[in-house]
């Protein structure tokens, strides 16, 4: 099969590899008639994480079971399934938790800008619809594996409660679909943060009362005017960098919450300052197989349409396309068809 | 009047001062028939932090109103009240939030260490008995006013939970009083981590299950041992250096909660790390004042004695030597008589 591989900053290919098989007997393999690309899958393309050796790209993943290990018990070849970027077993007591992406057998999901996955711990990680979906509620459901759940998390993070006061910062395909999930959850006024104009009317359709495009001190003093000195019940932090993180720590009023769901690339927190703004943090990698029921449910039901994040649709043989229009803020997110 | 200054690293004279006057139309006057030295005051004492110049010290008071400016309302002449290290009006949305040492008016009290003390904004700081206590109830109506408030955040900061498995780090008063509330809020486990005999076997008084004498990598090893792999629910870090607050990090489980609530020093958190973890981080100067009207109320019924924590009582006279005992570990707390 061909599929997308990094080579190094810039260069990622579409190039042959060997078909995934199965390896352990509860492994399952997918094939996906849809794919796309992360907002995370830019760190390495930007070379900001190393890349020591070529590497098999994508993580967000829907699509038909082909064939199943030995051990596997739940998951039937020719269901519809969706998963998360984070192989859990689901049955640990840290998945019991709802922390499946800290499961004591995690495995990180990769490879799956591709036609065809394997999935590790099927019965763990892969969650089935009732019938196989219609096409036009793929990307939706694509969107649930792991930037909507991401965007869920954060909001769920936040302790996002009806009537509170939310900030959103980070107005990528993640921060966007937080702004959904903090209205869903009934939060009374969403200010979203951004400065491009596709992205603000996007918010606003996610539900975001309001919009704010100035950033770092500039945004912070504008957040608290909003507030009427307050600032925010909940803040959630959905870029990653060490700007994005203090913007949000900042921005939050002494006991509420501030949640962070990218990867943080050059964060250090000063204990003293964190202290004496009496916030409370909670993040990490989103638990998305916590959310995959409901999430599905909500999706096949038509009451959320995230599959709205995706604006650029490309062939999967024009990946390298995808990573540019992506890293160059043309493109909020892509999607690529395998066939 | 005399009183305790602090004039430099180790340097704490008890000398003349001027006695507290009624500056601001909401102030009161108290006169302290004890006062007591705090952990925090070691920092300076120390040299951690910098005395630019001679620095009244103590912040933990109770004692009779003997004057109130003409503003305040509530809190009367001959009154026995109660009040914390951080003065607030006690009506702004933070205090109203429960978070009155981010009050909008908030003023550091200092100079407790005193006969007479002056107290800002005396009506929302301030908590009178409805009578003059005995005098054997004053000590741990003392502690109420910093050491069990602080010990009592911290266990509310992590959510502990009847059922909980609870660690705390560090075996100072705060940290031994942290024990006794995580108790009191049904804790079913509580793992104290503590090397020194008395402060042990005052943890095992106040409601530890568990002591662990191992500390950095091997504590928090022998915690994950004790916890069958899973690592605590709450984790109440209760010292402020980056060693502590790593260890109580490393200690919890996903999903579960580090409170800090003792001033950084030094402490600089990797967000990476942070991520990584999955815990949920709270802390900050506690909001004591939030606690006073039921703590006062768990003393005078004889439910808790913290007093407990006072081991060594000098006249005020002595105050040199109190931060001497508590330096060289001597003395968990030092409770100073000023009559």
Redesign the interface.
């Known amino acids: 099969m061909r599929a997308a591989v990094l080579h190094g900053p810039g260069d990622v290919r579409y190039e042959e590899r060997p078909e995934p098989t199965i390896i352990e007997p509860t492994d399952a393999i997918l094939r996906l008639s849809v794919t796309c690309i992360c907002g995370s899958d830019l760190w390495p393309y930007r070379g900001f994480n190393p890349v020591a050796e070529p590497m098999p790209m994508g993580h967000e993943y829907c699509g038909i079971v082909e064939e199943v290990g030995r051990a596997v018990r739940s998951i039937k070849r020719g269901q519809f399934v969706i998963g998360s970027f984070g192989a859990s077993d689901n049955t640990c007591?840290?998945c019991q938790?709802?922390?499946q992406?800290?499961c004591?057998q995690r495995q990180w999901v990769t490879g799956a800008q591709a036609p065809v996955l394997r999935v590790p711990m099927a019965d763990g990680t892969l969650v089935p619809t009732a019938e196989v979906p219609s096409t036009d509620l793929v990307p939706s459901l694509l969107a649930v594996s792991d930037v909507l759940g991401t965007g869920w998390f954060a909001a769920d993070a936040a302790s996002v409660k009806p009537g509170a006061t939310v900030v959103v910062v980070g107005d990528g395909a993640v921060g966007l679909l937080a702004v959904l999930a903090a209205r869903h959850m009934g939060a009374e006024r969403i200010i979203a943060m951004s400065r491009h104009a596709p992205r603000q009317k996007l918010a606003r359709e996610f539900g975001a009362s309001d919009i704010v495009t100035e950033r770092g001190e500039a945004g912070i003093e504008r957040i608290t005017e909003l507030t009427n000195?307050?600032r925010a019940d909940c803040v959630l932090e959905c870029v990653?960098t060490?700007e994005s993180?203090m913007q949000a720590i900042r921005s939050t009023?002494?006991?509420g919450s501030v949640s962070?769901v990218g990867?943080?690339?050059?964060?250090?927190?000063?204990?003293?300052e964190?202290?004496?703004?009496?916030?409370?943090?909670?993040?990490?990698?989103a638990p998305v197989r916590r959310y995959l029921p409901e999430l599905i449910q909500l999706v096949l039901k038509g009451h959320i349409n995230p599959g709205r994040v995706f604006d650029l649709e490309l062939p999967l043989e024009q990946v390298a396309d995808g990573y540019r229009a992506m890293d160059e803020r043309r493109a909020i997110k892509t999607l690529l068809r395998t066939s």
Chains 1, 2 share one sequence.
Do not use: I
């Open positions: 007591l840290h938790a709802g922390y992406t800290s004591a000195g307050v990653g060490s993180m009023r002494p006991g962070y990867v943080p690339h050059g964060v250090a927190l000063d204990g003293a964190l202290f004496f703004t009496h916030v409370r943090l909670h993040g990490g990698p």
